[in-house]
T-cell receptor
């Protein structure tokens, strides 16, 4: 089975530009999570969805960040406008709904904002 | 608030045993995960504890004491490929995972 698929793997763009990160969860998983990882702050949960519905977006840093999950097999995380401090690795993860099921992570998108 | 503490870095020798500690103070607790993350790669699941005690899985074991807010990951017969970061994560609510900043383990020959 394919794992969680993220695209692009790397993104370099100038500040002020819109950035869209994409994620395809593992088929059959009904929960999807977006994380950001930096050296200073480690792995932080931004938002998560259950059955395509956003459950908790308290980790979204500010209004410049938005996430959608239009169907069970696709999600996007958008940053508009982007800033240099948004530079990080963004991971998407998916799991079954029960709490004891581990989250499976995609390979991440390494984002650099110049 | 949520507070999960792990040592920043540890070193050990191939073939040895190493114990990575994690202490937590969180607003809720529904279980604890350990993940392994090699440099430049995604975190991968190692273990899950929700009840007190030891869970053994091959060379890796994980222990939990809920009353002490404490867990450890025990790695036996260390191999070079075990050089990685090890992340402790607590489920604080419905599926919500809070991660520690991770422990970077360096295994030397």
């Amino acid at each position: 089975d394919a794992g969680v698929i993220q695209s692009p793997r790397h993104e370099v763009t100038e500040m002020g530009q819109e950035v869209t990160l994409r994620c395809k969860p593992i088929s059959g998983h009904n929960s999807l999570f977006w994380y950001r990882q930096t050296m200073m702050r480690g792995l932080e949960l931004l938002i998560y969805f259950n059955n395509n519905v956003p459950i908790d977006d308290s980790g979204m840093p500010e209004d410049r960040f938005s996430a959608k999950m239009p169907n069970a097999s696709f999600s996007t995380l958008k940053i508009q406008p982007s800033e240099p401090r948004d530079s990080a690795v963004y991971f998407c993860a998916s799991s079954f709904v029960t709490g004891d099921q581990p989250q499976h992570f995609g390979d991440g998108t390494r984002l650099s904002i110049l | 608030g949520q507070n999960i503490d792990q040592p920043t870095e540890m070193t050990a020798t191939e073939g040895a045993i190493v114990q990575i500690n994690c202490t937590y103070q969180t607003s809720g607790f529904n279980g604890l995960f350990w993940y392994q993350q090699h440099a430049g790669e995604a975190p991968t699941f190692l273990s899950y504890n929700v009840l007190d005690g030891l869970e053994e899985k091959g060379r890796f074991s994980s222990f939990l004491s809920r009353s002490k807010g404490y867990s450890y990951l025990l790695l036996k017969e260390l191999q070079m490929k075990d050089s990685a970061s090890y992340l402790c994560a607590v489920i604080t609510g419905f599926q919500k995972l809070v991660f520690g900043t991770g422990t970077r383990l360096l295994v030397s020959p």
